[in-house]
């Protein structure tokens, strides 16, 4: 990446660290809360290099187990495994598509919620995880899916990163 792309892509995790971690609990309810940390893993997973994006996943990772409270690594450990997998697809897909881009968050956001439960469901003892989080999981998607139908629109969602 160029230096202003860089610079761009860290003002962007900054604003969606703190939109997520301090104004969205304040509004919204829990289940309806987007995960903007997911969404940008899944842009960069479209768009990036390997190099440039496993470590940041893992990192975008890392900040919301941070601000979520929960286990830390939890999610760190499902956004490796969810940017190697969109890594893995994506080389033969057009990356440029908005809907591929929506359809992709979609089922990113169900992989990293079956591998959150299964993992907090086999490293914990919490009677009723499972029905507490499996009833947040449809509005969780499709305010996912909201909230990249919405990025699409920005300027210059159709422009390739470049990358150096």
């Known amino acids: ?20 971690a301090s104004l969205l609990p304040v509004f919204i309810l829990p289940s309806f809360r987007p995960d903007l940390l997911l969404v940008i893993m899944v842009f960069i997973a479209l768009r990036g290099t390997l ?3 496993a470590p940041l996943a893992w990192f975008l990772g890392l900040c919301k187990d941070v601000g979520s409270g929960l286990y830390l690594g939890l999610n760190a450990c499902t956004f490796l495994v969810a940017y190697l997998i969109i890594k893995n697809v ?10 591929l881009f929506v359809m ?14 299964l993992l907090v469901v086999m490293f914990t003892a919490s009677p009723g995880i499972t029905y507490s989080m ?12 909201f909230v990249a139908s919405i990025v699409t629109a920005f300027p210059g969602f159709d422009s390739h990163v470049q990358t150096s």
């Open 90 to 99: 994506s080389d033969r897909l057009y990356a440029d598509s908005a809907i």
């Open 134 to 145: 499996l009833t947040d999981l449809v509005p969780h998607l499709l305010v996912n899916a």
């Open 104 to 117: 992709t968050v979609c089922g990113i956001s169900l992989t990293v919620f079956t591998l959150n439960l």
């Open 1 to 20: 990446m160029n230096r202003r792309t860089s610079i761009l892509f860290t003002l962007c995790i900054l604003a969606a660290m703190s939109i997520q």
């Open 51 to 53: 190099a440039t994006g």
